[in-house]
Structures are given as structure tokens and as C-alpha cells.
């Protein structure tokens, strides 16, 4: 099967190119902290010669709790992202949930991600597809990865085959997921770019009542098997203080570790790369 790679500005991303990081606080805080923390994850993936995708999301329409922070909203979210965007130089990423707010964020995002519960509304991946924008699609905690073939032929049914496929985990009994690597084989199988979220993957949902928990300590390990399993890039929701966060802080990475870890990852990326090639050839 052939395998597409997938253009997200000048980052490309798929089997013959090297890992890349999509990262980023799980909500927007507002402008002033989503532009430094956009700015100091610029610095750290230079260092690390990695290619960013910044993350964050203007909406979360999932929260346990109704009176849960959610974010500020399509208008003011996509405006801060679109700062980030040019005053940074760094492609952006959020969710999307309707089919009428994917026709607007695709002005601004770069990928437009449908996120887990999602993923089977058929007419919002035919729409978000539609806008030609890189889509990812993030495999819903209740699907097997062979399931995903059916949202990929929603999505491709619009002519757009730039999409991501991400494993976040798997529901294992009552608030906890399970990460099962064998995923990303089967979704990479399908013929596109592989992405394994290390911090959702970790989250219990609704496990704290009006929130989800989550166990934050495991997230360089599953991020290291992740990638030694074969990723094309690792998603990973980052904080400069996850206690005080008001949105998955205990299963999001605390961004002063996040540099320690990429070396890591880079170079288990480098040696399964190059055994790929090899067993090409």
C-alpha cells in the first residue's frame, strides 16, 4: 500500500521523514500565556531539531462538568491562535466540533483535529476533510484501530488524503484507558502518518469526579515505547504548572521536562527509521 506523507507547512511528516512533536497547553488561557508558552516550546524543539505543530484548543466540549472551564471560545481562541501563528511562525492546531465552526477554523488552523468522541460523526469529518486542510483524526477511546477505516474513507471521499491518524488509548473498564501498541501498526497499515497522543493515553476519564484524572508520571515512558513502536509523531499535551491547570493537569507533561525527553525520543526515532530503510532495501 502506498503510504502518504502528510505537508503541514515546511514539516513533513510520514515514514520517510523524522519524528515530529505536536505539543501545546490542552486549553487556551488566554493571549499572554498561550504566546509565551507557544514561544519557549520554539526554543526547546530548535534545540532538539524537532519539527513543532503548536497545539491548543479554544474549546473543550467535553468537560465532566458542566460548570467546567472550557476555553474562550471560536472567536477569540482561533484570533490567539492565529498570533501564534504569524508572530511565531509555527503552524497551529485545534479542535473542531460542527461542521459550520470547521468551515471558519480552516482560515486559520493548519490541522484541524477531530477529537476521540468525534470521530465517527460522519458529515463533520466529510466537512472538516472538505476545507483541504491536514486533518487528525484522534481514534475514538471505544474503537478497535481496523474500525478507523471507515472514518478514513469518510475523510478521503472529499478527494483530501492529507490526514493523521492518533492512538490516544483505549477504554479499559471504568475511568482508565490502556495503550495498546499494536495500534499504531494497524492504523499505520491503513496508509497514513501515525500519531500516538502519551498524555491522553494516560488520562482516567471522569476519574476525578467533575474531572478527569490522569497519571503523568508514565508519560516518558509510554512516549519512548511510542516511538520505538513506530510513530510518525508524538502528540503531547504540555504546562508549565499541570497542578494549577484548569484542564487534564494530571496527565499533561510539566514543560520544563519536555527537553530532557526529546533527545530521547529523537534518537530511538533515528535508530527505527534506519532499520526501516535497511529492511527496504
Known amino acids: 500500500m502506498e503510504r502518504v506523507t502528510v505537508r503541514v507547512g515546511d514539516i513533513r511528516i510520514g515514514e520517510e521523514h523524522p519524528l515530529v512533536l505536536i505539543a501545546g497547553p490542552c486549553v487556551i488561557e488566554g493571549e499572554a500565556f498561550t504566546l509565551r508558552v507557544a514561544e519557549r516550546l520554539k526554543r526547546m524543539a530548535e534545540t532538539a531539531g524537532i519539527g513543532l505543530i503548536f497545539k491548543s484548543s479554544y474549546d473543550k466540549a467535553n468537560r465532566s462538568a458542566l460548570t467546567a472551564y472550557r476555553g474562550p471560545g471560536l472567536e ?29 477554523a480552516a482560515g486559520v488552523l493548519d490541522v484541524l483535529q477531530i477529537p476521540a468522541f468525534l470521530c465517527r460523526q460522519t458529515d463533520l469529518v466529510v466537512a472538516a476533510a472538505a476545507t483541504g486542510r491536514v486533518l487528525n483524526i484522534k481514534k475514538g477511546q471505544f474503537l478497535a484501530p481496523w474500525d478507523m477505516q471507515n472514518v478514513v474513507e469518510k475523510a ?21 484507558l490502556v495503550a495498546d501498541m499494536r495500534s499504531l501498526i494497524i492504523l499505520r497499515d491503513l496508509g497514513y502518518p501515525v500519531v500516538f497522543d502519551a498524555t491522553h493515553s494516560l488520562q482516567r476519564p471522569g476519574g476525578a469526579g467533575t474531572s478527569s484524572g490522569g497519571d503523568r508520571a508514565f508519560i516518558p515512558h509510554l512516549a519512548r515505547a511510542g516511538v520505538a513502536t513506530g510513530c510518525d509523531a508524538i502528540f503531547m499535551e504540555v504546562h508549565p504548572s499541570p497542578e494549577t491547570a484548569p484542564c487534564d493537569g494530571p496527565n499533561m507533561l510539566r514543560l520544563e521536562d519536555l527537553p530532557a525527553l526529546l533527545p530521547q525520543l529523537i534518537a530511538i526515532d533515528r535508530i527505527v527509521r534506519r532499520k526501516e530503510i535497511l529492511s527496504a532495501q
Not at 482561533?78 to 511562525?89: A, S, T
Not at 492518533?166 to 477504554?171: A, D, I, N
Open 156 to 176: 478521503i471521499s472529499t478527494g483530501n488524503r492529507q490526514l493523521l491518524l492518533t492512538e490516544r488509548g483505549v477504554t479499559f473498564g471504568y475511568n482508565n
Open 76 to 104: 477569540t481562541g482561533l484570533r490567539i491562535l492565529e498570533r501564534v501563528k504569524r508572530d511565531l511562525e509555527l503552524p497551529v492546531l485545534s479542535d473542531v466540533h460542527s461542521v459550520e465552526e470547521a468551515k471558519i
